[in-house]
């Protein structure tokens, strides 16, 4: 199974172990990867922004570079939600976005949903909070909203990917915040526009990922966890984040030395 | 001001923002509670949403039906284009019968068109007899909650109000006191009115009756005791059948407070004897929005206020700072389509977070009309040279993979190289996070090394 690797610019250019850990994880699974070198930026920043004619330049770049593969796989649910659902309003013409639309996931994704694992080798004790980002729980559907009723068609019950495979980790105990699915406050442009509420959003999730006792605050996205990260280094909080292809990457890597 | 410059402010207070926080996350909690014993709540929501759609793709035809069907029932039907027009014909009325004293239920209409004012000025004397209304009536400031008008305020600063307004005890905060205190006053302006003014939260085609949900009984008592009844509603509010109803009471308060139904659903059927109805049917820009498909479904908003409550936004800025009559989400769809220049900080207060679409009990696709705003107000140049200049900017670049890298390489180093303080300055962030440590190399960098010393 040739996979392509979607590896998202800011990932690409601030958190290279993000993209190295994905990488990690899906080799294990003896995958063949490629990382198309020509890919930049799938152009939700400039999507999200409201500039439509940016975006679908690089919309369109982003479909023809990635529409020979039969998987694409991505370290950020948002990054998947602007290819899964953006791309019908900006580049619905293009030959092969029915295509990337169909082949992109999120790597939680991806791993339940295509390679059907249930349970992740390896070790990983430590105590850690999972941040449920919103693209990928409120565009991508990929856990249960805690805003939906139990006849929400395909939303609940929705298996919780992520949460499925951290859980199946030897050691690893998941916390649980008071507010489940709460934005962390980052939003693209959003803590640009508005510093002063996207900070206490921050905030607010770090203190409840802290009282509900994690060392380690997770998630799909690394955009959320960026944001959070820049508030507990500024505070002095005892918290870090690490992205989920990390723990997975991390506790494989246990699996593997000591198999 | 912008948005994002009231809602610093409303933040610097930590104190309070993290109380309001907490006070709408309670009534968020209690909505999922009460949304869970409606096994049926999704398909109620498809179906509210579906007979929404059909009203309003049909809404002169059933508008017409319910005017023949109120003129039947023995109310007379206004129509008014504005808000300039509603008020005129809500004095007209009031004048041709020498009325000077007014109460009036909760109706975001009359807020919107600014009729308390507009009455005052005409001498008339309106008194708001929800208790949040009249709290914050009696401080002269707008509610900042369509369903909770003084969520803002504090007991003991309500105390306050009441120790001077009303003469309760300095010191007083007790909320039962308070709100005795308050009912106390609110009787002997009952007695007194002349008329009474109420809103409207559906009005039926089929029937020609309208249906005003409260919790306080206001409604009532200020219809049944004067002679003149003044409803006033939005043209959106109208409904087909009088089946519709059953699904849109089970939504509406669970949505809006975790109550099963509102305490009073009061129906009135046509004037009660010796008494006069009127209906003032208000435009004030709905057909213009009904005409942009973009941003039609939010004339479905039937006012509950859920994405107010949920909006990580909202509760941490607070109605005030997004300066309209509808705050919020949907005051943010709804306000730009009026001015877009003046409202255009809105559309940005919203992380996409997606929150209110999920909790609206119509399924208005709040997030992405917020979405869709940007467009227009990109488009319409409204969004800042700046913001422009760095997107076109960034798409150029990033179009070009090997100026991409070069361009990323020279500005890791860059700001490996600057204070971190002022590469925050430089990348619009505020001082109190921090970015990134940029690392020395890149994802594509690193791999590419790896791949050649595997290949070598």
């Known amino acids: 199974m040739r996979v392509g690797l979607f590896v998202p610019c800011y990932v690409d250019q601030l958190f290279p172990h993000v993209g190295r850990a994905t990488l990690d994880v899906l080799e294990r699974h003896g995958l063949e990867v490629d990382f198309p070198r020509d890919q930049t930026c799938c152009g939700q920043p400039m999507y999200n922004a409201g500039f439509s004619d940016e975006a679908r330049t690089l919309a369109r770049r982003h479909v023809r570079i990635f529409r020979e593969y039969e998987h694409v796989v991505c370290p950020s649910a948002s990054c998947v939600a602007t290819v899964r659902h953006g791309y019908a309003s900006l580049v619905p013409k293009e030959p092969g976005f029915e295509d990337v639309r169909a082949s992109t996931r999120e790597l939680c994704e991806f791993l339940t949903d295509v390679l059907g694992v249930t349970s992740v080798p390896g070790r990983f004790p430590h105590r850690v909070g999972l941040h449920a980002s919103c693209h990928g729980v409120r565009e991508l559907r990929l856990a249960g909203a805690s805003e939906l009723g139990a006849s929400a068609p395909g939303a609940r019950p929705t298996l919780d990917r992520a949460h499925r495979l951290l859980a199946s980790i030897d050691g690893i105990e998941l916390v649980s915040p008071r507010r489940p699915d709460e934005c962390c406050g980052f939003g693209g442009t959003f803590a640009v526009d508005e510093p002063a509420v996207a900070a206490m959003m921050g905030r607010d999730r770090i203190a409840d990922h802290a009282r509900a006792g994690a060392e380690i605050v997770t998630a799909t996205d690394v955009s959320c966890l960026a944001h959070l990260d820049g508030l507990m280094r500024h505070d002095g909080s005892p918290l870090r984040v690490m992205h989920v292809a990390e723990i997975l990457a991390a506790a494989g890597a246990e699996a593997g030395s000591t198999a | ?456």
């Open chain 2, 1 to 456: 001001m912008t948005h994002a410059e009231n809602a610093r402010a409303f933040v610097a207070d930590d104190v309070r923002a993290h109380w309001h926080d907490e006070a709408l996350w309670f009534v968020r909690a209690k909505r999922d509670a009460a949304m869970r014993t409606v096994p049926e709540w999704e398909i109620l929501r498809t179906r509210a949403a579906e007979i929404k759609a059909h009203a309003l793709s049909r809404l002169g035809d059933y508008l017409v039906e319910f005017e023949a069907n109120a003129t039947k029932l023995g109310a007379v039907v206004h129509w008014a284009r504005d808000a300039d027009e509603h008020n005129r014909i809500v004095l007209s009325l009031l004048r041709e019968r020498g009325f000077r004293r007014v109460v009036k239920s909760k109706s975001m209409l009359t807020e919107e068109c600014g009729l308390n004012p507009y009455l005052e000025r005409h001498g008339i004397e309106v008194v708001d007899t929800d208790l949040g209304e009249r709290i914050v009536q009696l401080r002269r400031e707008p509610p900042s909650h369509i369903v909770l008008p003084a969520i803002h305020l504090r007991k003991e600063e309500i105390g306050v109000l009441f120790h001077a307004e009303l003469g309760t005890a300095a010191g007083e905060s007790d909320p039962k006191v308070l709100t005795e205190a308050a009912r106390r006053g609110l009787r002997g302006k009952f007695l007194e009115a002349e008329a009474g003014i109420t809103g409207v939260n559906f009005a039926i085609a089929e029937t020609g009756g309208i249906v005003v949900c409260t919790n306080e009984g206001n409604a009532d008592l200020g219809t049944s005791l004067p002679r003149l009844h003044v409803a006033c509603m939005g043209i959106e509010k109208v409904i087909p059948r009088a089946a519709d109803l059953a699904v849109f009471l089970r939504l509406l308060a669970r949505s809006a407070t975790g109550q099963h139904l509102t305490t009073y659903t009061s129906h009135f059927h046509g004037p009660r004897p010796g008494a006069e109805l009127h209906v003032v049917l208000v435009d004030d820009g709905r057909s213009a929005l009904a005409a942009r498909p973009a941003f039609s479904p939010s004339l479905s908003c039937i006012r509950c206020g859920a994405c107010l409550n949920t909006c990580p936004v909202f509760r941490r800025s607070g109605g005030h700072s997004y300066e309209t009559s509808v705050a919020g989400p949907i005051g943010s769809i709804l306000a730009p389509a009026r001015d877009p220049e003046r409202h255009r900080s809105l559309p940005l207060a919203c992380s996409l977070c997606g929150s209110c679409t999920d909790v609206c009990p119509v399924r208005i696709d709040l997030h992405h009309q917020l979405l869709s705003w940007r467009g227009v107000l990109a488009r319409k140049r409204l969004l800042g040279d700046g913001k422009r200049r760095a997107m076109q900017l960034a798409a150029f670049v990033l179009a070009r993979p090997r100026l991409y890298e070069r361009v990323a390489r020279f500005a890791r180093s860059a700001a490996r190289a600057l204070p971190s303080g002022l590469v925050g300055r430089l990348g619009g962030v505020s001082k109190d996070r921090r970015l990134p440590e940029p690392p020395g190399e890149s994802f594509r960098e690193q791999l590419a090394r790896r791949r050649a010393r595997g290949r070598g």
